[in-house]
């Protein structure tokens, strides 16, 4: 993680478990990708969201959070797939 971390450090990519966001805090981190997003409830998968695009960020940085789901899109009385889409129409975690 402190080589991730650190701005000089040639590693570009982290991958971890939901426990890795505990304390994590990167400003240059642009994109966070979610396996399995459809079995997180809507205030983790919140959280996970808020470790990217922090204050202190670049202005200039992009960011975007992806979420990967198995969830049948065809199903759309499915709450996991709710709960995906609830997210995708907010950027607050108060809405």
Known sequence: ????????????????????????????????????ADRFGLSQLHQLRGRIGRAGSRSDLKCNCILLSG??????????????QVLQKTNKGDE
């Open 1 to 36: 993680l402190a080589r991730f971390a650190d701005p000089s450090s040639k590693t570009a990519v982290l991958v971890g478990t939901t426990v890795i966001e505990v304390g994590i805090d990167i400003p240059d981190v642009n994109i966070l990708i979610v396996e399995d």
């Open 71 to 84: 969830t049948n899109v065809a199903n759309r009385e499915d709450s996991s797939l709710c709960r995906l």
